[in-house]
């Protein structure tokens, strides 16, 4: 089980930084990513890391303001958000996939929390 949060409301330029934790197993062999998703829009991959966290991935809407990271002695996976923009409202999930490297495909993720509202006002 995943669970979100740390979400919020914040002004443009702001920062937030969000959580997932994981309980019922450990993810720490598991890739972890970040989608979002915005009012009548589809969810979208933000970032992913494998299990180590030396591989990463960024959406290039984010790269250079959203970093990406994992204590996975903590069973948990953050994302730093700086310089946050209108744009980047949406409610983010984490997930967890079992494959071994990333991916930035949904369908390939088989674990996923519940969502937590991010809103970037202008």
């Known amino acids: 089980q995943l669970q979100a949060f740390g979400g919020g409301l914040v002004q443009a330029g702001g920062s937030l930084r969000l959580s997932c934790a994981a309980s019922?197993?450990?993810?720490?062999?598991?890739?972890m990513g970040w989608f979002r998703q915005a009012p009548g829009k589809t969810r979208e991959i933000v970032s992913a890391s494998n299990w180590n966290g030396r591989s990463t991935y960024y959406a290039d809407s984010v790269k250079g303001r959203f970093t990406i990271s994992r204590d996975n002695a903590k069973n948990t996976v953050y994302l730093q958000m700086n310089n946050l923009k209108p744009e980047d409202t949406a409610v983010y999930y984490c997930?967890?996939?079992?494959?071994?490297?990333?991916?930035?495909?949904?369908?390939?993720?088989?674990?996923w929390g519940q969502g937590t509202q991010v809103t970037v006002s202008s």
């Open positions: 019922g197993r450990s993810f720490s062999s598991y890739v």
């Open positions: 997930a967890a996939s079992e494959r071994y490297s990333y991916s930035t495909r949904r369908d390939d993720y088989d674990y």
